[in-house]
């Protein structure tokens, strides 16, 4: 356990598409790392 492994921070530039449909979702989203990543958002 000596080994410690920091998070990068990315910034989501563009909404790419929902993985459902209601008020809290998962999405797709693309990051300025140009990396795609799934969140979770509720409005």
């Not at 990315?10 to 693309?30: D, N, W």
Request: no cysteine; glycine share 12%; hydrophobic share 35%.
């Amino acid at each position: 356990m000596g080994s410690w492994k920091m998070l990068r921070e990315v910034v989501a530039t563009r909404y790419i598409t929902p993985l459902h449909s209601g008020g809290s979702v998962p999405g797709v989203v693309e990051a300025d790392d140009l990396g795609t990543y799934v969140v979770k958002s509720s409005s």
